[in-house]
């Protein structure tokens, strides 16, 4: 089955810095990673998510990079603020497919200080 | 829509006892799953759906059993609860064809069994 790995598991940054958080995964066939954000007391919520033709894809002060012949991607959050403190996990489906079972990273605690 | 609910919110059982968390969508979505988050482990596949009478086993499954008898609904139960079950639940729902399979969480049960 899939495996993912993400770091760092906690990450505090200034208001207004970038933040960055990378994920390794080890099936190949995968095609599709998603990045989920969960604030306290809620379910995770999808922000953004790359299919395995892109490289590397944006949306306002989010992006997603994909490095397939490593096999990682990076969630890349810029300019960040308060509002963007929670925990983010990445994921993979397993069996490659894209509408497979994801497997989930182990999540990053993200701080922002004002 | 009101997406995917769950209940309870929160749930104290003892060693043992037998209960059934209920999961809910109203969004037509073919494909209903079953999370446990732990921490520091993220997020694991328990089961999942790809349609009205169909499972199968996830990631973790023991102590855990599912039906699917509606497109609709998607209850797990505990047949004899274990403190190793303490736990937050998230039933979750996508759609299983493009363009989207981004999967939508319910907002979780907080289990804790004694």
């Known amino acids: 089955g899939e495996n993912v790995e993400q770091h760092p598991s906690t990450l505090s940054v200034q208001e207004g810095d970038s933040a960055v958080i990378k994920c390794t995964y080890s099936?190949?066939?995968?095609?599709?990673f998603p990045w989920y954000k969960q604030e306290l007391g809620k379910g995770p919520q999808l922000i953004i998510d790359?299919?395995?033709?892109?490289g590397e894809k944006k949306d306002q002060r989010i992006a997603v990079t994909l490095n397939k012949t490593a096999k990682h991607f990076s969630l890349h959050i810029t300019e960040t603020q308060p509002e963007d403190s929670a925990v983010y996990f990445c994921?993979?489906?397993?069996?490659?497919?894209?509408?497979?079972?994801?497997?989930f990273g182990q999540g990053t605690i993200l701080t922002v200080h004002p | 829509n009101a997406g995917v609910t769950q209940t309870p919110k929160f749930q104290v059982l003892k060693t043992g006892q037998s209960m059934t968390l209920q999961c809910a969508q109203d969004m037509n979505h073919e494909y209903m799953s079953w999370y446990r988050q732990d921490p520091g482990m993220g997020l694991r596949l328990i089961h999942y759906s790809v349609g009205a009478g169909i499972t199968d086993q996830g990631e973790v499954p023991n102590g855990y059993n599912v039906s699917r008898s509606t497109t609709e609904d998607f209850p797990l139960r505990l047949l004899s609860a274990a403190p190793s079950q303490t736990s937050v639940y998230f039933c979750?729902?996508?759609?299983?064809?493009?363009?989207?399979?981004?999967?939508?969480f319910g907002p979780g049960t907080r289990l804790t069994v004694t």
């Open positions: 099936d190949s066939a995968s095609n599709y």
């Open positions: 790359i299919r395995s033709n892109v």
């Open positions: 979750a729902s996508r759609r299983n064809r493009e363009p989207s399979y981004e999967q939508y």
């Open positions: 994921a993979a489906p397993a069996g490659g497919t894209s509408y497979g079972k994801l497997t």
